[in-house]
Nanobody, 113 residues
Framework: VQLQASGGGLVQAGGSLRLSCTAS????????MAWYRQGPGKQRESVAI???????QYADSVKGRFTISVGQSQNTLFLQMNSLKSEDTGVYYC????????WGPGTQVTVSS
């Protein structure tokens, strides 16, 4: 599967961004999906998960600020990020939540303080 994340950019602290991810086939409708991020000098971590049934869970660091969702057409994954902080800076990736496939290039998010 080819996973393509987009929507990153440079934003000031307190601002918002909306990330999108597309995948081939029915990948989103048959897999619990997650957004991951890798900050500078840090390991990649999961920040938001949405199950096939629509249940969501978030890392404590983003709870209340980020919202993960799947588009109605079931072929786009979104991450709405509000009240961004400098520690949200990193490369963001989408992938299956529990058994990630090959990683796409991700999208860079830079939050300036």
């Amino acid at each position: 599967v080819q996973l393509q994340a987009s929507g990153g950019g440079l934003v000031q602290a307190g601002g918002s961004l909306r990330l999108s991810c597309t995948a081939s086939g029915r990948f989103f409708s048959i897999n619990d999906m997650a957004w991951y991020r890798q900050g500078p000098g840090k390991q990649r971590e999961s920040v938001a998960i949405v199950s096939v049934a629509g249940r969501t869970q978030y890392a404590d660091s983003v709870k209340g600020r980020f919202t993960i969702s799947v588009g109605q057409s079931q072929n786009t994954l979104f991450l709405q990020m509000n009240s961004l902080k400098s520690e949200d800076t990193g490369v963001y990736y989408c992938n299956a939540a529990w058994r990630p496939e090959s990683w796409g290039p991700g999208t860079q998010v830079t939050v300036s303080s």
